[in-house]
């Protein structure tokens, strides 16, 4: 693993032990861009957490499964991925305020 990915993934463990959390909705994308999100998450995110984020390959995306989990923290993987794992880095594709506007979004249930 190169450096940098090991200091992404690095801060991403520390960020999932961390207790920050986004204070309320975090600002929306613009329309056209915010389609192009929802429809990467539920094709390319739906390829293995499911078409419905009930789970598959992946761990559910549901607002049941993501509740206790920091929006720090799943936007860190969301964007710096997992290594080891088939979850990867999705920082090529989005803003660090789109990964937080995504967590929003599937902690609401993923509305259409």
């Not at 450096?3 to 920050?20: F, H, I, Q, V, Y």
């Not at 998450?41 to 078409?51: I, K, M, P, S, Y």
């Not at 419905?52 to 499964?65: M, V």
């Amino acid at each position: 693993m190169d450096p940098d990915a090991l200091r992404r993934w690095a801060a991403a463990l520390l960020l999932c032990g961390g207790s920050a959390v986004f204070a309320g909705a975090p600002p929306a994308p613009q329309p056209e861009r915010m389609a192009v999100i929802r429809h990467l998450a539920r094709q390319d995110c739906g390829a293995c957490h499911g078409l419905t984020f009930r789970g598959g390959l992946g761990s559910p995306l549901t607002p049941e499964a993501l509740k206790d989990k920091p929006d720090e923290s799943l936007a860190a993987v969301i964007l710096n991925g997992r290594p080891g794992t088939p979850m990867p880095p999705w920082r090529p594709f989005l803003t660090e305020e789109e990964a937080k506007w995504l967590v929003y979004w599937l902690k609401q249930g993923a509305p259409p």
